[in-house]
């Protein structure tokens, strides 16, 4: 969906994806590799491949997930089970990593500009946040996991509907990923913008912002 498509002043909550989206997942990978590579051959550097071979196996089953709708069987004990694991492998990494640029900025002024603001993943996402110092940019935080449901299914984003109040086009949804973020937000009937696709920097985010609301009073 192009910015010039979206009527900004219907928009009243915004949704975030939070992995590729806040912070680069690809950077990520490539310092946990890193760090696996450089491990001493020891019982931690074991006890780390063990931990990249199941997140690895866990992220293919999702996949496959997602290309039969969307649909998820799980309970919370297999999802704390794997963010301990995240929080003691990933969550330092991902400290180190550090949002985007522009991020922190961008969730500012987006925050004071719209009702509320909420984090939407598929993967329950509250420890990464705590590691990006983002936990507090948010109204409410939605896990497609702990829904039953990840993108590209619409629910989760009904979800939020639901919880807020709100018609379908007024939730602006920011994701990376058409095949899931554009396809869920759309299949619901919400906004959505793409990093790579719409915008490519979180600067150029609040640009297109303050473009779209100059647009609007004219």
């Given at each position: ?7 900004i002043?219907a928009?009243r ?7 590729g ?6 950077r990520?990978t490539a ?6 590579l ?10 780390a491949?063990?931990a990249a071979?199941g997140?690895?196996?866990f992220?293919?089953r ?6 039969n ?6 309970d919370?004990?297999s999802?704390?089970?794997r963010v ?6 990933l969550s330092?990494?991902i400290?180190a990593l550090?949002a985007?640029p522009?991020?922190a ?5 987006f925050?004071?500009r ?5 984090a ?5 996402p ?8 983002l ?8 896990s497609g ?5 990840l ?15 709100l018609?379908?086009e007024?939730?602006?949804?920011i994701?990376?990923r058409?095949e899931t973020?554009g ?13 790579g696709?719409?915008?490519r920097?979180?600067?150029g ?10 647009g609007?009073r004219?």
């Amino acid at each position: 969906m192009r910015s010039e498509e979206i009527d900004i002043g219907a928009v009243r909550a915004v949704s975030w994806d939070v992995d590729g989206t806040l912070y680069s997942t690809r950077r990520l990978t490539a310092r946990f590799c890193v760090t696996l590579l450089s491990a001493p051959l020891d019982g931690n550097a074991t006890a780390a491949w063990r931990a990249a071979g199941g997140m690895r196996r866990f992220r293919k089953r999702m996949e496959q997930v997602r290309a039969n709708g969307g649909r998820l069987q799980t309970d919370d004990a297999s999802i704390e089970e794997r963010v301990a694991v995240e929080q003691a492998w990933l969550s330092p990494e991902i400290a180190a990593l550090g949002a985007r640029p522009g991020v922190a900025s961008t969730l500012r002024a987006f925050r004071a500009r719209f009702e509320s603001q909420v984090a939407l993943s598929d993967f329950e996402p509250t420890h990464k946040l705590a590691s990006l110092g983002l936990l507090g940019c948010f109204d409410a935080i939605y896990s497609g996991e702990r829904l039953g449901y990840l993108k590209p299914s619409p629910e989760p984003f009904r979800r939020i509907l639901r919880d807020l109040g709100l018609q379908p086009e007024s939730l602006l949804h920011i994701g990376n990923r058409p095949e899931t973020d554009g396809a869920g937000a759309a299949a619901a009937g919400c906004r959505v913008l793409l990093l790579g696709q719409d915008f490519r920097s979180f600067a150029g985010l609040e640009s297109m912002l303050a473009s779209m609301e100059v647009g609007t009073r004219r």
